[in-house]
């Protein structure tokens, strides 16, 4: 490297990071580098910035694979997100990027990723970092099959295999009547409103708090309106009814005129998620081990114990069936909200809870 400094580095703020500000002439095309090489070392720079040179060099020359770091792919993953995924999407790079994402995507594999792994598995279930990964490898299958650098190239040759890891999936919980009381007891009264929903239509949180009033539909028939989620807005990606029973409708009418958009609003704004501090302050007070997609598996698990047959079971929790679920009839309908109302008379039941606890096994009155 020599006593002189390479020409293109400049030293930056009162750590004396060395950063890159230099334009080359690779292939008969000029490029303008301007980023930190993240060192304060001048020797560290220097091999950074011929490493930089020497990748464009490869790309633009040779047709190699493009450098692209995982932050970089990040965001262009993001942009292509749909709405509906794109929260999930945001969470899991927001914590892989924060550990990996100064790396390339060409060195992204097992012996990169497995520290993570181990490192999270002390903080998350195997659970969370396996949906974190399924956005990783989402991203580097595209790096290979989909996206091109300027050269018309791939970023990667092969997406490389990541094992995930191994672990006892969680066991539904849904809620017994008693616990569900406790729960509403010690939550505020815009929180009851989400949760006596979600209960009561088996909604997911993303299509609760991504609700529009410009999806309620009439339906003269029966005197009653449904929600209409259309394409793309339910976790399926097919159109979706959502019944409204009687406690369902009560939540409903209390939202009208809060938002002139959005059916569950705060203080005027739009909802980001439902498990936010609020739902998490209420559960802790209630004590009870749940998460918010077990109020939807509390609607199934009710939905069962009066009797609903499973199609009509599917079709009210929004499973796809390969039908266009738009074209029900009044009649059909009708037969969808009686069992939607059934759940709200129905008296408690004794069932077993089994799984949701190591070596626990309960009865319960639901």
């Not at 020797?43 to 950074?48: D, K, L, Q």
């Not at 009797?307 to 929790?317: F, H, N, Q, S």
């Amino acid at each position: 490297m020599g006593g002189k400094k390479t020409p293109g580095l400049r030293r930056r703020g009162k750590q004396g990071i060395w950063s890159i500000q230099k334009t080359i002439q690779v292939g008969g095309q000029s490029f303008r580098l301007c980023e930190t090489t993240g060192t304060n070392s001048l020797e560290e720079a220097e091999r950074f910035l011929a490493k930089r040179i020497a990748d464009l060099r490869s790309v633009h020359i040779y047709g190699e694979p493009s450098p692209l770091t995982l932050a970089e792919a990040a965001e262009r993953y993001l942009e292509e997100c749909s709405a509906r995924s794109y929260e999930r999407a945001e969470y899991a790079l927001a914590n892989l990027c924060g550990a990996l994402g100064h790396l390339q995507v060409t060195q992204l594999h097992d012996g990169t990723v497995q520290p993570y792994i181990k490192e999270r598995l002390k903080t998350v279930s195997a659970g969370t970092i396996k949906r974190e990964l399924s956005v990783l490898i989402s991203i580097l299958n595209r790096c290979a099959r989909r996206w091109r650098n300027d050269a018309g190239h791939p970023y990667l040759q092969v997406a490389p295999a990541i094992t995930r890891p191994t672990g006892k999936r969680r066991a539904p919980y849904p809620l017994s009547h008693d616990e569900e009381t406790r729960l509403l007891a010690k939550s505020p009264p815009h929180l009851e409103q989400h949760i006596l929903f979600a209960l009561h239509t088996g909604c997911r949180a993303g299509e609760i708090s991504k609700l529009r009033w410009e999806w309620e539909v009439q339906v003269p028939e029966l005197g009653v309106s449904v929600f209409v989620l259309p394409e793309g807005e339910a976790k399926n990606n097919e159109e979706r009814v959502v019944i409204l029973n009687t406690v369902a409708r009560r939540v409903t009418d209390e939202r009208r005129g809060e938002h002139s958009e959005f059916v569950f609003s705060w203080k005027g704004e739009p909802l980001k998620k439902l498990s936010n501090s609020s739902w998490k302050k209420a559960k802790a007070r209630s004590k009870l081990p749940i998460r918010f997609h077990d109020l939807r598996h509390t609607f199934g698990h009710r939905l069962r114990a009066v009797g609903a047959p499973v199609e009509d079971r599917k079709a009210l929790l929004g499973h796809t069936n390969g039908e266009i679920t738009t074209h029900y009839s009044a009649a059909e309908l009708g037969t969808l909200l009686k069992w939607a109302e059934a759940i709200v008379d129905a008296k408690p039941s004794t069932a077993l809870r089994t799984g949701f606890a190591a070596n626990v096994v309960e009865l319960r009155h639901y």
